[in-house]
């Protein structure tokens, strides 16, 4: 079973260009999240999709940033416009369904997308 | 901000027991604990979560106070490659709220 997968591993952007970030959860998985992480800190939450669907998008920055996971094909993480600021990685994080007698729920993490904005 | 409070490092001789603790006094009656850890840049790998009975798998056993506000996660015969940053985690498993971790230095 393979695990999360997400491409391109390593992303260079010149500032002002577009980013995609695809993230292909584990199979059975029907929930995707993304963080991002800047140098030296800790993983940030960014949005929490399903298929179709945007669950909660708190974490987003509310300009240039969109995500989505449709329901055919790997989830997208989109940033427009890209400043220097953006330069981080990107982790992508896959989970089953939850409900019934599961109650809680352990996300499993991909390799991440290191993105470097000249 | 986290809901949970780590010491910043720790060190560990390579064989022995690594106890990482972890705060959560205001953790919820469903919450649950969660461990990761990230080596290196690679993205955080799971380790165990547990809610409020001791528990225990192949990589870990992670041990929550009878009150649920802290806990203990034990690697029992830690080796070089345990070196990484630790996070505790509690909530129901939706946006992960992380903090800084523990990063724990097994040493030869």
């Known amino acids: 079973n393979a695990g999360v997968m997400q491409n391109p591993r390593h992303l260079v952007r010149r500032r002002g260009q577009e980013a995609r970030l695809r993230c292909s959860p584990m199979k059975g998985h029907s929930h995707v999240y993304w963080y991002r992480q800047l140098p030296e800190e800790g993983l940030k939450f960014m949005v929490y999709?399903?298929?179709?669907?945007?669950?909660?998008e708190s974490g987003m920055p509310k300009e240039r940033f969109s995500a989505e996971f449709p329901k055919e094909g790997p989830s997208i993480l989109r940033i427009q416009q890209v400043v220097r600021g953006d330069s981080a990685a990107y982790f992508c994080?896959?989970?089953?369904?939850?409900?019934?007698?599961?109650?809680?729920?352990?996300?499993?993490f991909g390799p991440g997308t290191r993105l470097t904005v000249l | 901000d986290a809901k949970t409070t780590q010491p910043p490092s720790m060190d560990c001789a390579e064989g022995r027991a690594a106890n990482l603790p972890c705060n959560h006094s205001t953790i919820s009656g469903n919450e649950y604990v969660y461990w990761y850890r990230q080596i290196h840049s690679q993205g955080p790998q799971y380790i165990i979560h547990g809610l409020k009975n001791n528990e225990t798998n192949e990589m870990a056993s992670l041990i929550i106070t009878e009150d649920r506000k802290s806990s203990t996660l034990i690697l029992p015969h830690a080796t070089l490659r345990d070196t990484a940053v630790y996070y505790c985690i509690v909530g129901y498993g939706q946006n992960f709220v992380f903090g800084p971790g523990t990063r724990l230095s097994v040493l030869p």
């Open positions: 994080a896959s989970s089953p369904e939850i409900g019934g007698e599961r109650s809680y729920n352990e996300q499993f």
């Open positions: 999709l399903q298929k179709e669907n945007i669950i909660d």
